[in-house]
Structure formats: structure tokens, C-alpha cells
């Protein structure tokens, strides 16, 4: 079975402005080009539970968007930690494309067709690599190496923070995606951060166009080095988060 999501190339325009987003030209049509391609994998490997149009333009395309709505990512380096699909990497490539990105996810399959998928769609300057995330932020050129780290990957705040935050530069941001009732591990996440080396900033709310929803975005700059020792291995940080 194929897809065709050119329909909800008006949906996005309108979507973006909303947010106040500028998009190239071509930007709108290459999103619906990537949701045909996700929509299709979907099919075979388990991609995404969002498989309704309007919701992939809504909850994954727009939700990733509002990045740019928050900084200006123009020429700077990226990296999604956990990028599952490609949220919100692909989308912030496809609408800001002086970036470079880095797309990191633990499982093979995923990235071999994140890679098919980017040459697909003409995508340069982005970098799919099949690594676990607490060992890839120990690697030279990656640790203190992007200007922005995103993540939405499902995991506490603490958990995102050691694994993310080695990556960043000195004066770069983490910016972590969560849901409006992260409240509680917010408030956790206070030492957890210091300790990394990181300041949290004001979370930043943001209400998705068409979706009636309003997700959250958790910012922390990054003030100091990561200390060495961090991130930990995974079965300590799933034993002993940081507090």
C-alpha cells in the first residue's frame, strides 16, 4: 500500500504560520513526501502508532516545527538523541536547511532507513548513526561537539539530561520535548542538571496548531563541561538515576 500526503501540504502552511514558523519553498511538500515514506515503512517496521494524516502532520510535523519557533538553528550543529522516525530532527532539516544534523538511534533498522529515506529526499548534510547514545557522547567530536541537542525520546528528564547534555557545547542548548505534565520531574531534574554541567531556562509552552494540544519544551543551557564519568553506563543510569 502507498500514501499520499500532498493533501496536507495546505494544513502545513497554514500549521507553520500559525507558529510563525518560515519555511523554503519546498518545505511543505518535502514533509508530506516524508510522511508518505514513514507511513509506508510503517507498514513493515514499527515507526510510528500515528498513522492518521492529519494527526503525522499535527503531532509529528508541526509538534517538531515549534523547535524553530523557540531558537534559531540557522547554521548550527544538531543532533537527535533517540530519534526513533526522525522527530524532531527531519523536520527541523527539512525547514531550516542550513543545519547539519546528526541522527543517532540504538536500533539498525531504524537508521538504515532513516539514511534511505534522507537520499530519497535529497537531504544533505545529515548524518544517520546506528550507536547507543551513552557511549557515542564519550567518542571525540561528538562530546562537547553540536550547538543544539534535542531529544523527544520517552524518558525522564534526569535519564534525557546524562545522556544528552555531554553532547553540547559549552554556551549550546539541550532542548528536551515533553508533555505539559512534566512538572514533577522538572522539579527533580534541578541537581540532576547543575551536576551535568547545564542551567535550566523557563519551560517553554506551546500550543500545536490544529491539534488542541499543548506540549512543553524544557531548555537547558549549558554553562560547564560535563564532568568526566558522564553518562554512566545504561544499567547505572536506569538503577541510579541522578537526583
Avoid at 43 to 51: R, S, W
Avoid at 58 to 73: E, R, W
Amino acid at each position: 500500500m502507498t500514501f499520499d500526503l500532498t493533501p496536507q501540504i495546505p494544513r502545513i502552511r497554514r500549521g507553520l504560520d500559525a507558529l510563525g514558523v518560515r519555511s523554503p519553498q519546498n518545505g511543505p511538500a518535502l514533509l508530506a513526501q516524508y510522511g508518505a515514506l514513514l507511513l509506508e515503512q510503517n507498514q513493515v517496521m514499527n515507526l510510528t502508532a500515528i498513522t492518521d494524516p492529519d494527526q503525522v502532520t499535527d503531532l509529528h510535523f508541526l509538534d517538531s516545527a515549534a523547535l524553530l519557533a523557540y531558537t534559531d538553528f540557522s547554521t548550527k550543529t544538531v543532533i537527535d538523541v533517540g530519534t526513533g522516525a526522525g522527530f524532531p530532527g527531519v523536520p527541523l532539516r527539512i525547514l531550516e536547511p542550513s543545519l547539519s544534523l546528526t541522527l543517532l538511534d540504538s536500533l539498525g533498522k531504524r537508521v538504515h532507513w532513516l539514511e534511505s529515506m534522507c537520499e530519497t529526499l535529497g537531504l544533505d548534510g545529515v548524518t544517520c548513526l546506528h550507536a547507543r547514545a551513552e557511549e557515542q557522547a564519550l567518542q571525540p567530536g561528538f562530546r562537547d561537539g553540536f550547538d543544539i541537542a534535542v531529544s523527544r525520546a520517552v524518558a525522564s528528564l534526569e535519564v534525557l539530561t546524562e545522556l544528552c547534555l555531554p553532547y553540547v557545547k559549552v554556551g549550546g542548548l539541550f532542548l528536551a520535548m515533553k508533555s505539559v505534565d512534566a512538572r514533577e520531574e522538572l522539579d527533580r531534574a534541578g541537581r540532576c542538571v547543575s551536576k551535568l554541567g547545564g542551567q535550566l531556562l523557563p519551560a517553554w509552552d506551546y500550543a500545536i496548531p490544529g491539534a488542541g494540544v499543548t506540549h512543553r519544551l524544557i531548555p537547558i543551557r549549558k554553562v560547564s563541561p560535563t564532568p568526566k564519568g558522564f553518562p554512566r553506563r545504561w544499567a547505572k543510569i536506569q538503577k541510579s538515576p541522578l537526583v
